[in-house]
T-cell receptor, first 119, second 116 residues
Framework: AQKVTQAQTEISVVEKEDVTLDCVYE???????LFWYKQPPSGELVFLIRRNSFDEQNEISGRYSWNFQKSTSSFNFTITASQVVDSAVYFCALSEALRGQGGSEKLVFGKGTKLTVNP | DAGVIQSPRHEVTEMGQEVTLRCKPI?????LFWYRQTMMRGLELLIYFNNNVPIDDSGMPEDRFSAKMPNASFSTLKIQPSEPRDSAVYFCASSLRGGGRGYGYTFGSGTRLTVV
């Protein structure tokens, strides 16, 4: 079965520091999708990025960047020049095929990493 | 688009009472998922529907939990009778054609349930 491991339970940094959140996944599927979600203190789940297993290009969006490495089954997330507003719990997730559902999937989440950015 | 709408946002109830959580998915989405979030277990899938039909309820913790989707625009998750260990945040999510293959998942704001 699919599994997502976020080994860092909590990280605390000072504003403007760079921080990397680790995500390691396990799957037997050859086609799969990886996600990152942000859960701020208000509680909602905010979608950040989705990558498919065939695209290993790194992606950058403003201060956010993602490093996908199939060889190590990792999909790490880096925040550059962190800000207090980045304080949240960040979840990595993997799509798991819904058998018999024509290729549809459900999300399997890691336990999350709580990031605190101090001023 | 109003997104996925869940109600209530917060619910406090006494042990033994019936609790009903509600979800309105995004119009046109054909999959609906109910997730539960706790400190101990993280985010876990309880049940999902495709075109209003329950497909997999293997994540439902016990018979006290039930879910329905009477039409494409409404789903309920019911707990009867409720117990303190049911205290959690319950999320509803919807997607078009399962979400993973490029269509994405949209989550509601969640219902924080406290059973005292």
């Amino acid at each position: 079965a699919q599994k997502v491991t976020q080994a860092q339970t909590e990280i605390s940094v000072v504003e403007k520091e760079d921080v990397t959140l680790d995500c390691v996944y396990e799957t037997r599927d050859t086609t799969y999708y990886l996600f990152w979600y942000k859960q701020p203190p208000s509680g909602e789940l905010v979608f950040l990025i989705r990558r498919n297993s065939f695209d290993e290009q790194n992606e950058i969006s403003g201060r956010y960047s993602w490093n996908f490495q199939k060889s190590t089954s990792s999909f790490n997330f880096t925040i550059t020049a962190s800000q207090v507003v980045d304080s949240a719990v960040y979840f990595c997730a993997l799509s798991e095929a819904l058998r018999g559902q024509g290729g549809s999937e459900k999300l399997v989440f890691g336990k999350g990493t709580k990031l605190t950015v101090n001023p | 688009d109003a997104g996925v709408i869940q109600s209530p946002r917060h619910e406090v109830t006494e042990m033994g009472q019936e609790v009903t959580l509600r979800c309105k998915p995004i119009s046109g989405h054909d999959y609906l998922f109910w997730y539960r979030q706790t400190m101990m277990r993280g985010l876990e899938l309880l049940i999902y529907f495709n075109n209003n039909v329950p497909i997999d309820d293997s994540g439902m913790p016990e018979d006290r939990f039930s879910a329905k989707m009477p039409n494409a625009s409404f789903s309920t998750l019911k707990i009867q009778p409720s117990e303190p260990r049911d205290s959690a945040v319950y999320f509803c999510a919807s997607s078009l054609r399962g979400g993973g293959r490029g269509y994405g998942y949209t989550f509601g704001s969640g219902t924080r349930l406290t059973v005292v």
